[in-house]
């Protein structure tokens, strides 16, 4: 049976948009879209950190939680994403930078040494924007502005998939279970178990 090209180019269009409808977006996906989602470590689990700049809990347990993240990712044990989580009102102002700080240099000692300068800047309360530049500035972190609207996008998608209510959460997903972790203790435990 002979097939018109004006058939061949609807069907093809037809594909076209299924595929557009059915395809869940992806994390690779969307870094193509122009959203800086960095993943660190070649882990077959994936371990997404839930974390809140201004949330005591997740300041004063950060420092552990570092250490293992830094061995796990090191020995790709685990493919490690940071998703800022806005509970305060000025955390969406200090997830901004981090990407910004992201968009510059991406390397994961870089990413946790941010997050150190960011959560210290936090504690001192600190909510104005020249403010935290100039913090920043001072420990020679560097930054590099983009439009992280898709980003947020993404990051909101994700927070709401994994059900994410408080601060610290991790999110283990080992690709075909997805379990949380709520509070320092918990969340220092799962991560032991992953070594």
């Known amino acids: 049976m002979k ?5 061949i180019c609807a069907a093809i269009a037809i594909t076209a948009l299924l595929l557009a409808i059915c395809i869940p977006l992806r994390p690779s996906f969307l870094y193509a879209q ?11 689990t994936i371990v997404r950190v839930y974390t809140d700049y201004f949330c005591g809990p997740c300041r004063a347990g950060e420092p552990k939680v570092e250490a ?3 061995q796990l990712v090191k020995t790709n044990k685990i493919k490690l994403m940071f998703i800022d989580t806005p509970a305060h009102k000025t955390t969406s102002l200090y997830a901004q930078y981090f990407l910004y700080i992201l968009n510059l240099k991406k390397d994961f000692e870089h990413a946790l040494s ?17 403010k ?3 913090v920043l500035t001072q420990k020679g972190i560097g930054f590099k502005p983009f439009d992280p609207k898709q980003t947020f996008n993404a990051m909101s998608q994700y927070i709401k998939d994994d059900g994410v209510r408080a601060t610290p959460t991790i999110i283990i997903d080992n690709g075909t279970e997805k379990q949380p972790f709520v509070g320092i203790d ?5 991560l032991e178990l992953l070594k």
Request: avoid cysteine.
């Open 34 to 44: 122009g959203v800086l989602l960095p993943s660190y470590g070649q882990g077959k």
């Open 3 to 7: 097939r018109s090209p004006d058939t």
């Open 68 to 70: 293992l993240l830094l």
């Open 114 to 130: 941010a997050r150190r300068v960011l959560f210290e800047a936090a504690s001192q309360k600190i909510t104005a924007k020249e």
């Open 186 to 190: 918990n969340i220092v435990n799962a």
């Open 132 to 134: 935290l530049e100039e």
